[in-house]
């Protein structure tokens, strides 16, 4: 993978509201000239840059600076114990609906040209025949959303850990360089070229499992 593809994997190329997730873009970090990608969720910045980057026009991009923790990358995150940790996360059938999200309910419109107005009306949704969830063999499988993993007392979701998981192992990084910041709820990786990072969830109520790394 080049800078460029790899960066594109941290990025959400079908969000409808933020400019700055669908696209890698370049960014002033620190003085120097990087690119960064992100989702929301997972975080990378190329360190010496990217010409594939593109500036983003007119869009309210976060303060990257402030996001990544301070701390040295000290440890060493084996990227084995991550999917063996990840292996033990139970897995479920995902049957809410992907049409109508669950409502049961989907929204028809029609432009009407003699009175320039939009009519709306609600029916039953097709896909599910208005019941909000589908037939389990239909359905795909997802991680089990009460467990997340627990990495030096840190949870983390196990779809982006996957997610991170999976961009490491096409990096060769199997003993990647890592710290957590538990106050920023953060997993840092960095290597010579990149800085990775991973937001985690805050501490999980009593309905939650953990799996520890
Ligand atoms: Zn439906």
Redesign the pocket.
Known sequence: MNTYETLLRFCNINDDFHEFTRRPFPYELNGKNVAVATDGRLLCVAKFGCTDAVQLAGTKIPNIAKVIPPEDCAGHLSLKSVYDALDKVPMKHDTE??????????RFEYYCEADSTTHYHNFD??????????DESKAPLIYDTYYSVRIDNQPFFPKYLKRLADILSSLDLTDAPYCVNTAMHTLKIETPEYIMLLSGCVENDDKDKNIEL
Do not use: R
């Open positions: 609906c992907p049409e109508c999200g669950g409502d049961g309910k989907v949704c097709p896909y599910c025949a208005g019941i909000g969830f589908v």
